[in-house]
């Protein structure tokens, strides 16, 4: 779904740059744990009181993706992607105590397998209990104990009038609203459609439930969100036919869906960075600015994450409303960061304190592709406090490891989920990573309240 990340690396040259990186870690080893039992923690190091040294990796027993990511209001972590075993993708999900170890109240060891065909893309938590997923099979919902609850829908699953569900939000009056597209190739819309609590169809949004809206050729909506004046923001890509030139696209709806004419004066606006840009997430600032992140490709130097931050009235932030106290962002609303090679922002969120994270591939020249976290201050600068000049990579695989969600934790903890490609053990794969002053390092769960009961 990526792109078209390029994957065409000397295997060789990649086996000796790790032996090289292996030798590095070793004659630094000490220094590094003296620094750690001394209690300096450079924000954005691996958290070594989750998982083995900071990393989780799931195996289902066969192919697996994580694709999205949720946080439990009690630090339990919920993850959700597919599983790939004997000619079937199924849709599979996880639940993860705060240490990184799997929850047994999950389904028994902690992992769930659906009994529907395709990937989960999209979670999020239902009010009153359970859990929301989209994807190829349209929407399910997850009783806290794992199960799907079949009073939801048909049998538990909702139909959703696309190929493939791509994102959810759900209202604070309950309803889901998802985006897909009608078909994803050739003449393809954004479409947004709204389910009711229950899963049936609500006729009153838009055409019959659903609404598609058209920016270029091939339009691709890929996340959604809901406003707290219940707006709903979708972003994603526009193409044109031949698919030579793309770029971010956005569209806002009012809550009955209808185009809402105050967001650059037709609901729609596209941002375009001068090259090719495909966007993956999107996120809602407190201010109600919006955060769109995801790839600009522009030969030779590969893809690099791509931001862009949105006033509310749908125009780019290029000056802030206040001089002294709100920073216009990067250069005319827009940011590029690069890593090296092949860098694609899949995944953004904004902290309580309003920096902002964003998480992605990340591929220094010659590697072979690793989680990427940036941590940006509120103008779109690097947060130079954070990794190394505000970028850290984990090597998860040997393979091209791409991250498909990042959460902030209450305890200012940051978790990111994905994948890997070509590793040959491709299972979810989680990474939790410190900040300044973490007080967490034994471990210590954030507390909260205890997993909701079952749903009525
Ligand atoms: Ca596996
Ligand atoms: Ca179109
Ligand atoms: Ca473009
Ligand atoms: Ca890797």
Known sequence: MIGAPKLGRSVVSTLIRKRTSIALVSVFAFAILWITSAGAVTPGDLDPSFGTGGKVATD????????????????????????????????????????????????GDGTVTLGVSGSIWGLAFRPGGGVIAVGEFGAVRIQWNGLLDTTFGTNGVAQLPFGNAWDLAIQQDGKIVA???NGCLGNSDFRVARLNPDGTTDESFGNGGEVDTD????????AVAVQRDGRIVVAGWAENA?????????????????????????????????????????????????VVVGQSTLPPTGNDFALARLNTDGSLDTQGLDRYLDAP?????????????????????????????????????????DFGLVRYNVDGSVDSSFGTAGKVTTAMTTGEDVPWGVVVQR??????????????????????????????????????????????
């Not at 439990?72 to 000619?87: A, E, F, H, L, R």
């Not at 989920?417 to 034994?442: E, K, M, P, T």
């Open 60 to 107: 289902f027993g066969g192919s697996e993706a994580a694709q999205a990511l949720i946080l439990q209001p009690n630090g339990k972590i919920v993850v959700g992607g597919s599983t790939y075993q004997g000619d079937e993708v199924t849709a599979a999900l996880a639940r993860y105590l705060p240490d990184g170890s799997l929850d047994p109240v999950f389904g």
């Open 179 to 181: 985006v897909g597209c």
């Open 215 to 222: 920016f270029d050729a091939q339009d691709t909506p890929f």
């Open 242 to 290: 031949n698919s030579t030139e793309s770029d971010f696209a956005l569209a806002r709806y009012n809550p009955d869906g209808s185009l809402d004419s105050t967001f650059d004066g037709d609901g729609r606006t596209t941002i375009d960075f001068g090259a090719r840009e495909f966007a993956y997430d999107l996120a809602v600032q407190s201010d109600a600015k919006l």
């Open 329 to 369: 962002f990067g250069t005319g609303g827009k940011v590029l960061t690069s890593f090296g090679d092949d860098d694609i922002a899949t995944s953004v969120e904004i902290e309580p304190g309003g920096k902002i994270l964003v998480a992605g591939l990340a591929s220094p020249e010659g590697t072979d592709g």
């Open 411 to 456: 305890d200012g903890r940051i978790v990111v989920a994905g994948g890997s490609q070509g590793s040959g053990s491709d299972d979810f794969l989680l990474a939790r990573y410190q900040v300044r002053g973490c007080c967490f390092i034994d471990g210590s769960p954030p507390g909260g309240p205890p997993d909701p009961g079952p749903l009525p």
